[in-house]
Every structure is written in C-alpha cells, then in structure tokens.
C-alpha cells in the first residue's frame, strides 16, 4: 500500500553495526506496528505504538527499540545488530475506529 | 502466552482443486482477520469475523469463526493460480489491541 513507506528497502549490514528502519505513513492512523517476518514463524509483534506518547513492547522487543517521531513516522532501531535478526520487516498501521492493519512493503535486512 | 496456530504451513494443489486452512487460537477470541501475502509482497487485509459461528463469503473465498470463537477456517473453492501466496489468520491478544498472528499457510496452486 502506497500510504505506507519503509526505507530502506534492502539492508545489508555486519554484526555489530547500529541501523534504523523508517516507516511513514499518509493514512492519518495513530496506530503503528512493527514486525519481524521469519519463514515457518508468521509474523511477530515487536513494538507497537497507539499514539505518539504510547510505545509498547510486543512479543519479541530484545535487541530493538523504537522512536515515534510524530503521528506519521515510526522508527526501528538495532543497536548492534546480530545475525539471527535478519529477516524481513514490516511496518503497519491501523486508526481507532477499523483494526485492519495496512502494511508496508518491507524491507529486507540481512546481518553478517 | 497466546498463540495462534495455523493447519497445514503448506499445500500444493492442482488449479481447480479447493483449498482449506484452518486456525486455531488458545483463548477465546473477540474477532479474526485474514490477510494474504503474495509471493515478495506484504500481507493484505481480506475480512473480519466477530460472531460466534459467523460465515462470509468473498466470491470463491469462505471464511467461518467457530462457535467458542476460538477457531477459524478459510475455505478457497476451485483454486486459480492468483490464489498463490501465504494465508494468515490474525486474532487480538487479550484486553489489548495488539493482534498475534498466525502461522500462516503457503499455498501454491499448480497450472
């Protein structure tokens, strides 16, 4: 979906290394997730935010933190990046109202 | 924790054939989604579910939640290769807003 961008698109990055994914998004929703996509595992819950002075841990939040920036931007930090966290990323979001989530198209990190 | 598990991970089927995933959540749940994800997309909302028992229909696609309302089943009548992609069911965790999904089922339709 359009309204909702990640960059980068493909990251390849070496352990230890810090990195920030981007989400924004042009949906006015104030609901914004963060997860990890692993083959066999679906997808996993790691931060999640309902407005813009509300951050929540989800399922899986070690080695990551996050920023939300304003209504529209949402931020995924590792801090030192390891290798098991390479895998593919999704940003999504949701309004008050409706709790369908649209998402982002990813982005594929892959840590060395 | 809350889990939510999806039956079977994969399936190959002939084009024309029909298609089931079933899911299945360790609590009670207040509604299910489904998504679908086409091979290098992301996942795309396709429909809602809240009543207990509850069947809806989107043209060759049928989708129930069961009467505990802790399971759910999506049903694909006479697969066409745009059907490709992995299903995924997806159910709020308790007294939150926050939705775990499923496991996902990757169907692959054979022409």
């Known amino acids: 979906d359009a309204d909702v961008t990640q960059t980068p698109r493909n990251r390849i990055t070496k352990t230890g290394k810090r990195i920030m994914l981007e989400c924004s998004q042009t949906?006015?929703?104030?609901?914004m997730y963060w997860y990890r996509q692993d083959p066999g595992l679906g997808l996993r819950l790691i931060y999640y935010s309902f407005d813009v002075k509300d951050i929540n841990k989800g399922e899986i939040s070690d080695g990551y933190s996050v920023s939300r920036q304003a209504q529209a931007k949402f931020s995924l930090s590792l801090e030192s990046a390891i290798p098991n966290q390479t895998a593919l990323y999704f940003c999504?979001?949701?309004?008050?109202?409706?709790?369908?989530?649209?998402f982002g198209p990813g982005t594929r990190l892959t840590v060395l | 924790g809350q889990q939510v598990m999806q039956i079977p991970q994969y399936q190959h089927v002939q084009e024309g054939e029909d298609f089931t995933t079933y899911c299945n959540s360790s609590t009670t749940l207040s509604n299910i989604q489904w998504y679908k994800q086409r091979p290098g997309g992301h996942p795309v909302f396709l429909i809602q579910l809240v009543k207990s028992g509850e069947v809806k229909k989107q043209k060759r696609l049928t989708f129930q939640f069961g009467e505990a309302k802790k399971n759910s089943s999506l049903h694909i009548t006479a697969t066409q290769t745009t059907d490709v992609g992995t299903y995924f069911c997806?159910?709020?965790?308790?007294?939150?807003?926050?939705?775990?999904f499923g496991t996902g089922t990757r169907l692959k339709v054979l022409a």
């Open positions: 999504a979001t949701s309004d008050l109202s409706r709790s369908e989530q649209f």
């Open positions: 997806a159910g709020p965790s308790s007294g939150t807003y926050k939705y775990i």
């Open positions: 949906k006015g929703h104030d609901r």
